[in-house]
Structures are given as structure tokens and as C-alpha cells.
């Protein structure tokens, strides 16, 4: 399993829609003649309330446990600053890559991921420093709250309808493509997964929205593909 949010995790997420048959069926047209490129926008992570007692195995694999005592109270936020250039080699692997993918990956709590498209292709995953790195033709924002629940199962549709997720961009092309913008989250939630944070639980007014939203997405998906299908044979 891949740690969320890294830079492994997004080039599993790259690699999974690369070999998606259905992101080719939906997306045949998408990116041509304008840019499909997306940014991925992850706000609100919770460096300074996560201590490192509190990550997951894997991401303490091989620390011992006299030194996880000591270190157990470090936060996130805290982390880089304390664990130095001199100490880091003393650390696994692992954790010191953690710890620079933090430095380096997050500006003030947000993480922004690079994703490009065209057609039903995959054309580049990369974590960047900032919206103005890349140019994309849509940015897709939201908390990495609900985030963390798009990569467990809950429809991209449903985060729509309560705000808690935002597309910018071309309107019209984001409800031609709603489904494609579907299967995306839908993707993400293929990837084997280990969350590197404590999330919350939906509120049962959005458990609410979250189950209706997703037969007709799922048949609204199927319609595309087969009217996709049937234009390609034409």
C-alpha cells in the first residue's frame, strides 16, 4: 500500500489511469483542442495537529521503539526542523523521504498535484510548488478531508453537490465530461491506500447525498461510454 498524499501515491493514481479502458471510452475527446490538464489542490493537511506517534505503521516501519517514545510528540509541522541534516541519516529510508516530501511538497498546509490529460491518456503525474507552476486548463480543490473520503469510495458527484469539492474551468465542458470527472475519483479509489492522517466522518446528511448520487452516476457513466462506443464506429 501507498502512503496518501505522496508522491508514490500520485504515481500509482498516474499509472491506473494511464491503463483505465474506461477513461479511454469516456475521455476520447477530452484535452483535444483545449487543455485537459488538472490541478489537484489538497488544502487543510493537518501537519500541526499530527504528531508522529500518530502515523501509521508503515510510515514508522523501522524506527525502534526507545526512539519512537522520544520522538512521539514531534508534530509534522515540527518534524523537518527537528530532525536536522545531522539527524536524518540516522533515520529508515522511508521516514526520511516522508519528511522531505513535507518540507519540500506542502506550502502552508496544501499540497498541489499536477495531473495531465488528453484523450484518455495519462500524460504526466508531478507534485508542484504551486498553481503557477504548471499551466492547466482546470483546478480541482478541496480539504484533504474530502479528499481523504473521495480515495475511500465517496462519489466526486456528491462533493460537488454539498461544496465540499470545487472544479474551475470550463463550465461546459465540466458537465459534458461530469462522468469522466466521476471515474477520476473513482480511480483514486483503486489505488491500495494507507492514509498518512486521521479523517472525518461524514456527517449524515452528506452519508445521505453520497448514496443518491451513485446509481445515476453509475448509469449516467455507462451512457457515455456506450454513446462514445457508438460515435467511434461511425
Do not use: K
Request: glycine share 10%.
Amino acid at each position: 500500500m501507498t502512503l496518501y498524499p505522496t508522491e508514490q501515491w500520485l504515481d500509482e493514481y498516474g499509472r491506473l489511469l494511464d491503463e483505465s479502458d474506461t477513461l479511454d471510452d469516456l475521455a476520447g475527446g477530452w484535452g483535444r483542442g483545449f487543455n485537459g490538464d488538472i490541478l489537484l489542490v489538497i488544502s487543510e493537511l493537518p501537519l500541526e495537529e499530527t504528531t508522529l506517534a500518530e502515523l501509521p505503521e508503515p510510515a514508522l516501519a523501522g524506527i525502534p521503539e526507545d526512539v519512537r517514545e522520544g520522538i512521539g510528540d514531534v508534530t509534522l509541522a515540527d518534524a523537518p526542523e527537528t530532525f536536522g541534516e545531522a539527524l536524518r541519516p540516522s533515520l529508515p529510508a522511508q521516514v526520511r523521504e516522508l519528511l522531505y516530501q513535507l518540507e519540500e511538497n506542502v506550502d502552508d498546509g496544501t499540497l498541489y498535484a499536477y495531473i495531465g490529460l488528453e484523450g484518455g491518456d495519462c500524460t504526466g503525474v508531478e507534485v508542484v510548488g504551486g498553481p503557477e507552476e504548471r499551466d492547466v486548463g482546470f483546478e480541482v480543490s478541496a480539504s484533504y478531508s474530502t479528499w481523504r473520503q473521495i480515495v475511500d469510495g465517496r462519489p466526486v458527484a456528491s462533493a460537488l453537490l454539498t461544496g465540499d469539492l470545487d472544479v474551475t474551468g470550463n463550465h461546459v465542458r465540466q458537465v459534458r465530461y461530469s462522468a469522466m470527472f466521476q471515474l477520476l475519483g473513482q480511480i483514486a479509489a483503486d489505488v491500495e491506500t494507507t492514509h498518512l492522517f486521521e479523517g472525518s466522518r461524514s456527517s449524515p446528511a452528506t452519508a445521505l447525498v453520497d448514496e443518491a448520487v451513485r446509481q445515476p452516476a453509475f448509469i449516467q457513466r455507462t451512457a457515455e461510454r456506450q454513446v462514445s462506443r457508438t460515435l467511434n464506429l461511425l
